[in-house]
């Protein structure tokens, strides 16, 4: 089994930053790609960011793009998630996940294990 913890979530102000924290555990964790979802109140979970087991792929949502980053220590089996210029659209729970390929992916249904998510609000 693979276990994900996410870490560094909390309140800001509009134009802020944050940096969350992916912590992946278990004998069966290998190589996986990583990414990042987030679901606001009322709304379906997006895609935010993924990255490759390599780091040498990575993709962002638009709504994203310039303004987070991500990236990944696979010594430390974490994936992290740089946040600035954070805006209150921004607001919702951040969930890490892993799949079992090494290759990003856009969908949430690739992902096989799921952190239990932080939540990031954004005050304006």
């Known amino acids: 089994q693979v276990q994900l913890v996410e870490s560094g979530g909390g309140l800001v102000q509009a134009g802020g930053s944050l940096r969350l924290s992916c912590a992946a555990s278990?004998?069966?964790?290998?190589?996986?790609?990583m990414g990042w979802l987030r679901q606001a109140p009322g709304k379906e979970r997006e895609f935010v960011a993924a990255?490759?087991?390599?780091?040498?792929?990575?993709v962002y949502a638009d709504s994203v793009k310039g303004r987070f980053t991500i990236s990944r220590d696979n010594a430390k089996n974490t994936v992290y998630l740089q946040m600035n210029s954070l805006k209150p659209e921004d607001t919702a729970v951040y969930y890490c996940?892993?799949?079992?390929?090494?290759?990003?992916?856009?969908?949430?249904?690739?992902?096989?294990?799921w952190g239990q998510g932080t939540q990031v609000t954004v005050s304006s």
């Open positions: 278990g004998r069966t964790f290998g190589r996986r790609g």
């Open positions: 996940a892993a799949r079992k390929l090494v290759a990003v992916t856009f969908t949430a249904n690739d992902y096989e294990y």
């Open positions: 990255i490759s087991w390599s780091g040498n792929s990575i």
